[in-house]
């Protein structure tokens, strides 16, 4: 069987890829030692992971931010003794970019680099809203 040429996408203000730093893992929750969930920015993480499995992984999940322009925020609700419901707003994640190339940018590292984990037979599963999907798509 004969690779074909890699297809590379290319736009205005591309940034050229740099190799993630390395990174390690912290355990969130026990479960299942052959499934993990890594919380945080996911090139560092997917630095950390890529040498837990050395034949690859079966699946890849990713779900970055959806260009929205906000910064979004955690909601925590507690009841006070009377009864009243107390919110407390913290910082989630910020998806604030400079523009639409900063954002895509971003993204293209971290399909990458999840491409990367994958074995020859994975799936890389994307979610992204309808703006972006077909530009992830290329």
Known sequence: MTTSP??????????VPQPAPAAELRLLR???????????D??????????RSPD???????????FTGR??????RTRKSNGEIVRRLTP??????ADFEEYLGTLAERIAAARQLL???????LHVDSKTSHYAKV
């Open 92 to 97: 989630a994640f910020d998806d604030r970019w």
């Open 42 to 51: 996911n090139l560092l993480g997917m630095s950390a992971i890529s040498r």
């Open 119 to 125: 074995r020859p037979d994975g799936c890389l599963v």
């Open 71 to 76: 910064q979004h925020s955690a909601v925590a």
């Open 6 to 15: 890699s297809v590379r996408l290319h736009w205005p203000g591309k940034a």
């Open 30 to 40: 026990g479960g299942h030692p052959a499934s993990m969930l890594v919380h945080g």
């Open 56 to 66: 690859g992984f079966a699946l890849a999940y990713l779900d970055p931010p959806f």
